[in-house]
């Protein structure tokens, strides 16, 4: 078996600090976060072992990294840790001090201890589609905060008409602009090869819309169809957390929160359409309530049913069939 090497990276805007072992001693070097930069942390990797790089999500700036990573695949793969859990370790390691090569190292020890599984890399298909997903939800949720002003403005009699007015044009032109941004993003995953045939599947279950679908294929990316229903699970935070000690503990069951909020989002208003058309999910929703279940928990494990349905789907290669259960 082939031994991996970890690297941590602790990433910023303009540079980076990488981190690995050499002989037994952590060993630390910075470079420039650009393309000289890269090819200078190209020639510090070692050479005679496959390479796995861990760092945490840090929106543009792991980027440049990403790419980098992918044209370099096989013999390079990569680790987007999660933020808390790296939080977490390193608060445990009982070191106040926080820098930037320490934090290189915290990623390399957390790395080696935990040796979490690397990243299918995504293409570029997915990553354009989850580009135009994600601003498409920032244009909505300026659209809603301008159209929540404007609500405001039209009923306080101190706000100059022409305001209102201009408050208007700009709700309707940002209207627009989201119209224009879904339906890039929706002809993208019906006319794509690599997309399509997902994208007709996951709408084919009741509940499931062509934005919901849309939602599944960019923020899961190549993991929706070759994950575990538990990692699906896991990564839209719909995993149950207990909280139990002894006879005195017995703190409810919550979820865990540790993944995409916008899975989170798109999945709880597909299980609320769902659990009223969708007749596998509505049975499923109405065993919960009469085993005591209230609405909420019930409606969140109906959440995490249609996950398990959406992966079946996908693994089986066929449609939604709807066979109920009593």
């Known amino acids: 078996m082939t031994r991996v090497t970890w690297i941590g990276v602790d990433l910023a805007k303009a540079s980076f600090v990488a981190a690995r072992r050499q002989q037994g001693k952590c060993i630390t070097e910075e470079f420039a976060n650009d393309p000289a930069g890269l090819a200078s942390f190209g020639?510090?990797?070692?050479?005679?072992?496959?390479?796995?790089?861990?760092?945490?999500?840090?929106g543009p700036y792991g980027r440049r990294l990403e790419a980098w990573l992918g044209q370099r695949w096989?013999?390079?793969?990569?680790?987007?840790?999660?933020?808390?859990?790296?939080?977490?370790?390193?608060?445990?390691?009982?070191?106040?001090?926080?820098?930037?090569?320490?934090?290189?190292?915290?990623?390399?020890?957390?790395?080696?201890?935990?040796?979490?599984?690397?990243?299918?890399?995504?293409?570029?298909?997915?990553?354009?589609l989850r580009a135009l997903w994600r601003h498409q939800l920032e244009l909505r949720k300026l659209l809603d905060g301008l159209r929540d002003r404007r609500q405001k403005a039209q009923v306080d009699p101190y706000i100059p008409a022409a305001l209102v007015e201009?408050?208007?044009?700009?709700?309707?032109?940002?209207?627009?602009?989201?119209?224009?941004?879904?339906?890039?993003?929706?002809?993208l995953a019906r006319t794509e090869r690599s997309l399509r045939p997902r994208f007709e599947l996951l709408v084919s279950i009741p509940g499931v819309g062509p934005l919901t679908a849309l939602a599944l294929l960019a923020e899961y990316g190549p993991q929706?169809?070759?994950?575990?229903?538990?990692?699906?699970?896991?990564?839209?935070?719909l995993d149950p957390v207990l909280r139990q000690s002894g006879s005195s503990v017995r703190g409810k069951t919550r979820i865990s929160k540790q993944g995409s909020?916008?899975?989170?989002?798109?999945?709880?208003?597909?299980?609320?359409?769902?659990?009223?058309?969708?007749?596998?999910?509505?049975?499923?929703?109405?065993?919960?309530?009469?085993?005591?279940?209230?609405?909420?928990?019930?409606?969140?494990?109906?959440?995490?049913?249609?996950?398990?349905?959406?992966?079946?789907v996908l693994k089986n290669d066929q449609p939604f069939v709807a066979v109920a259960t009593p």
């Not at 680790?79 to 939080?87: I, K, S, T």
């Not at 929706?224 to 935070?237: D, E, I, V």
């Not at 969708?278 to 995490?304: C, D, Q, W």
Request: charged content about 25%; proline content about 8%.
């Open 224 to 237: 929706l169809a070759h994950a575990s229903p538990r990692q699906l699970t896991r990564y839209a935070g």
């Open 74 to 128: 096989p013999r390079m793969s990569y680790v987007l840790a999660n933020p808390r859990r790296v939080r977490h370790f390193a608060r445990a390691a009982a070191c106040a001090s926080k820098t930037d090569v320490i934090d290189a190292r915290r990623l390399l020890e957390f790395a080696e201890a935990f040796q979490p599984p690397a990243r299918p890399r995504p293409t570029p298909i997915t990553l354009e």
């Open 166 to 187: 201009g408050l208007g044009e700009l709700a309707d032109r940002l209207a627009a602009e989201l119209a224009k941004i879904q339906a890039q993003a929706l002809t």
């Open 43 to 58: 020639a510090w990797l070692p050479r005679r072992s496959r390479v796995c790089v861990v760092f945490e999500p840090t």
């Open 261 to 312: 909020s916008r899975l989170r989002k798109a999945l709880y208003m597909a299980a609320l359409v769902g659990v009223r058309w969708n007749p596998v999910l509505r049975s499923f929703y109405e065993r919960r309530l009469r085993k005591g279940l209230t609405p909420k928990p019930a409606l969140i494990a109906a959440m995490r049913k249609l996950l398990h349905i959406c992966y079946g």
